[in-house]
């Protein structure tokens, strides 16, 4: 009987070495995992500290190109104020000349007869005016006492038209 409690106790020994050796190996195993997984980390810490160099410049480019868009828009809303108060300038216009067209329409309509009555006595004027020229031409010349009163004679004094 003792035997078998030296060979329990060696199997137990056994037991146990294989026990050891087998957490050995796993222990090995995992702090090789950890020692990756360490390396890992410190390269993706790497990484996220060059992506939050990147990221913290891209957010200062974006920030500055969103101030020159609020910058160039509100140019932009002063340019359009401009052209709308251009627009309402040039409507103004078009409504003074067309009430300055209107007015000036009616007054023709209603002084119609006064302006054709006007034009009858300018024409009867300028009538009058060339008859009074075309008389005063047909009047006869005085004659002087040396000079022949026919008029196939030549005249010392030559006549010029008047205009």
């Known amino acids: 009987m003792e035997i078998i409690l030296y060979l329990s106790a060696a199997v137990a020994a056994i037991a146990f070495l294989i026990l050891v050796l087998s957490l050995t190996k796993t222990l090995k195993s ?17 990484q996220m500290q060059g992506i939050t160099a990147e990221t913290t410049e891209l957010l200062h480019k974006t ?3 969103a101030e020159d868009v609020q910058h160039k ?3 932009l809303n002063t340019v359009v104020y401009a052209v709308k108060d251009v ?8 409504q003074s000349i067309n009430k300055v067209t209107t007015t000036v329409a009616s007054q023709m309509e209603k002084n119609q007869y006064k302006i054709s009555q006007a034009v009858q006595w300018g024409n009867i004027v300028k009538q009058l005016v060339e008859k009074f020229k075309d008389g005063k031409e047909e009047r006869p010349r005085k004659v002087n006492a040396g000079e022949l009163s026919t008029p196939d004679s030549a005249s010392p004094v030559t006549r010029q038209p008047n205009y």
């Open 30 to 46: 995992v702090d090789k995992t950890l020692d990756s997984l360490s390396r890992t980390v410190d390269r993706l810490e790497g």
């Open 63 to 65: 920030n500055a190109l």
């Open 73 to 75: 828009t509100e140019q």
């Open 87 to 94: 627009g309402s300038t040039v409507q103004n216009l078009n």
